[in-house]
């Protein structure tokens, strides 16, 4: 069997257990994959996981603010664990996921004493582009700007302002708060008149 890894903050699991993931929409399930820069994404409990997939397959990770990897990952410590490949694992339309809805033994854990510097030397060894928002192109940024806005007002966080990811989204994208603010609908009828 293939072994399959699954990152996590939380240290000494000897299983892993299904369960929902808050802000994704996902059902109650553990997920798992073949790919190492993948699985370090999810050394941090958060909000949003900015990575993709090249049209070739290549994994990628995009800074949708500046600095984000560094203030994200920096100094997390996480565990990553292994585990073999079973037949109730299945595939989804996320390149190298798998997913169970039943418990995972775990065959191994490593610590990671920082999530960032594991990154970072999956970007040394070529397994892993980095794009930093410094290097991303104008017209990209105003795309995560829209993207941003469109996730503020799907998850209805403008009317949520205390809530801890209408906190961090109104720090982290003004800008794009400010335009989800914009275009709601009765604004929209206001500006109109």
Known sequence: MDTLYHVSPTPGLTVLKPSVTKYFGKPKQVCLTTSLPMALMYGIRHFEYAYGYTRDGRIYYEEYFPNALEELYRG????????????DMKTTPIPNEYVTPNEVTVDGELPI???????????????????????MSEGRRRWVVRAEADTIREK???????DPFARYMREKY?????????????EMEHNQC
């Open 174 to 186: 003004p800008e794009s708060w400010a335009l989800a603010a914009d275009s709601l609908p009765g």
């Open 76 to 87: 997390k410590a996480a565990s990553l664990y292994t585990c073999s490949r079973r037949p």
């Open 113 to 135: 004493p920082d999530v960032c510097e594991a990154l970072l030397e999956q970007e040394r060894l070529g397994a892993l582009k980095i794009v930093r928002w410094d290097e």
């Open 156 to 162: 209805g966080l403008l009317a949520r302002p205390d």
